[in-house]
């Protein structure tokens, strides 16, 4: 299956965006979004999210909350 990379919005609607992880980040940048997403198939599961110009994965915050 394939694998494509994009954005989730605030109501967690996934769009397209790239092939690989650094484009799907540069076009979140750019248009100023939050949290970008990966998808296979018709699963979305969200990677990494932006917080004050830096990007995160979503299992360091997991760790860190623990």
Same mark, same amino acid.
């Given at each position: !299956? *394939?694998?494509?990379?994009?954005?989730?919005?605030?109501?967690?609607?996934?769009?397209?965006?790239? *092939?690989?992880?650094?484009?799907? *980040?540069?076009?979140?940048?750019?248009?100023?979004? +939050?949290?970008?997403? !990966?998808?296979?198939?018709?699963?979305? &599961?969200?990677?990494?999210?932006? =917080?004050?110009? *830096?990007?995160?994965?979503? +299992? &360091?915050?997991?760790?860190?909350? =623990?």
């Amino acid at each position: !299956m *394939k694998v494509l990379y994009g954005s989730t919005d605030n109501k967690n609607i996934h769009t397209d965006t790239s *092939k690989t992880l650094l484009g799907a *980040k540069q076009y979140a940048t750019r248009n100023d979004l +939050k949290n970008v997403s !990966m998808r296979v198939g018709y699963n979305v &599961e969200l990677i990494e999210f932006k =917080k004050g110009g *830096k990007w995160y994965t979503y +299992k &360091e915050a997991f760790e860190f909350l =623990k």
